[in-house]
């Protein structure tokens, strides 16, 4: 049991037979893999061989800091109290989320069953227009037979005038009523008058040939019938067209608001089941689906942060860590001042990402021959954030020493070229604008990669309904790597506790 303990705590420890895969007599490919894994495993499990300093190289850092909330959860729940505690409190928080998920997804059912009957009822109304149109085609040809049996000599007659207009009107309520796209109303009055026509010559031809007339004798007063045909046909599909052009294409009885977004390029399309596949729907779905549930997520664990609280202090006592949290009895409440320095945090990240844009802009002129520069680099600059404000997350960082300007500050200032009134003005609002987290960023530049492993796992964590299991951790994993820092206050090296600062949550 000693040894398999001791080979655990020594994952980088090599094996020296050339028939491994990390030997000599391994190729080149499997030595950088198992080089590779041996600094991702080192940094995940440096927490439990060495405790009280940082691994060495960036790799293993940045394993380690993904990996530390988790080795801290694993020291806390340890304690049977804490552990029952803990799976109590993200259980019932779970519940409450699936119970929001299913909700949601039998509502979206609900909607599925009545697009169903929505899309039956307007299959409906197509089948009645249609039976309409045709009812009014039977009319117009026997109005045109009745007009071929009195000769062509005779002019319009008032019969096919009526049908003719019939015709018309019945195409034209046919697309204002939503029961047939205007483009396939119109195309259906015309297709109606070349069969009523048709017809109609079909029936003079046989009334032709019973008079045992010669087909030279009929030609004439066919093609003469043909062009009234086409006439007649050109006709109702102007006035038709004519009369449905300012009705929308897709005039239909359902949401007009998903329409307009689909034509937007946003298509809400849910998962459904078609033919025995299963359909993910779209991606766009899914972002409002996780983005009100991560509304509710934050909703609940604004109502339960006490039990959090509770548990983040176990989690500091059981790892050594000096606890920021007080000692208090927990119990579901709404902190409304809380709540208002959390939006206030949320506000404050928002204008430090935004004062970055401008700058993001001029360095991606260069670089106009690569589109997605813009979009990588405001990622990275969103994610150094997301780095900054996870080390912000233990009260350490906020009294940390600041030695010098933040990085981007420092960088700017490097370039004279861009040293003229504007620019220069526009360094000064960011450096100041920075002050109010010059701590978090001066321990975040000391410690990059440890807490951009940590920002890794507290981003992931917040997908609904990890945040619920993880977020106890994230605070006590921060002090913990703070504790690190070579660079503290005299008060912090000596065990002490940091003042309260309104900033963790």
């Known amino acids: 049991m000693t040894g398999m303990k001791g080979k655990d705590f020594k994952p980088l420890q090599k094996e020296k037979d050339s028939g491994t895969s990390g030997g000599p007599g391994g190729s080149p490919g499997r030595n950088f893999a198992s080089e590779l894994w041996d600094e991702v ?232 089941v078609r033919n025995g596949v299963f359909f993910l729907g779209s991606w766009e779905f899914w972002a409002l689906f996780f983005g009100s549930l991560s509304v509710v997520q934050w909703i609940v664990v604004a109502l339960s942060r006490d039990y959090h609280t509770v548990i983040s202090r176990e989690a500091s006592l059981a790892t050594g860590v000096p606890p920021e949290d007080p000692e208090i009895t927990p119990r579901v409440r709404l902190n409304v001042p809380w709540m208002r320095s959390k939006l206030k945090r949320r506000w404050r990240a928002f204008l430090l990402f935004m004062m970055g844009v401008p700058a993001l802009v001029l360095l991606c002129i260069p670089l106009c021959w690569f589109p997605k520069s813009f979009t990588l680099l405001s990622s990275l600059w969103g994610f150094w954030w997301l780095i900054v404000f996870a080390a912000a997350k233990s009260d350490r960082a906020w009294v940390a020493p600041v030695t010098r300007p933040p990085w981007f500050v420092r960088v700017w200032s490097t370039l004279p070229a861009l040293h003229v009134g504007p620019l220069r003005n526009y360094v000064a609002r960011m450096a100041r604008r920075a002050e109010g987290i010059a701590g978090p960023i001066a321990t975040v530049e000391r410690q990059p990669w440890v807490f951009a492993g940590l920002a890794l796992t507290r981003f992931v964590g917040t997908i609904p309904p990890f945040r619920c299991f993880t977020r106890p951790f994230i605070p006590v994993a921060s002090a913990h790597l703070i504790g690190l820092d070579p660079e503290q206050p005299p008060a912090l090296k000596s065990g002490g506790s940091p003042p309260p600062h309104d900033a963790g949550d």
């Open 41 to 272: 495993r080192g940094g995940a499990e440096h927490f439990q061989s060495t405790r009280g300093q940082l691994p060495r190289g960036r790799i293993r850092q940045f394993f380690y800091g993904v990996a530390l909330p988790f080795h801290i959860a694993r020291v806390t729940l340890a304690n049977p109290t804490v552990r029952a505690t803990y799976l109590k409190v993200t259980a019932l928080q779970t519940a409450f989320l699936l119970a929001i998920a299913a909700a949601w997804a039998f509502n979206q059912f609900d909607g599925e069953k009545r697009e169903k009957q929505r899309t039956a009822i307007s299959e409906a109304a197509r089948e009645r227009a249609e039976a309409r149109i045709e009812q009014r085609t039977q009319e117009l040809e026997a109005a045109l037979k009745a007009r071929k049996g009195q000769g062509p000599s005779q002019g319009d007659s008032a019969a096919v005038t009526k049908a003719v207009t019939a015709l018309i009107n019945e195409a034209i309520n046919s697309g204002k009523n939503g029961d047939l796209p205007p483009e396939e109303a119109a195309e259906a009055a015309e297709t109606a008058a070349d069969e009523a026509t048709a017809a109609a010559r079909e029936a003079e031809e046989e009334r032709e040939e019973a008079a045992q007339e010669t087909p030279e004798r009929a030609t004439p007063e066919a093609d003469a019938e043909d062009s009234l045909g086409d006439q007649i046909s050109a006709v109702i599909r102007a006035q038709v067209a004519e009369a449905l052009q300012d009705v929308p294409e897709a005039n239909a009885k359902g949401s007009r608001v998903q329409k307009e977004l689909q034509k937007k390029g946003l298509n809400i399309d849910a998962p459904e």
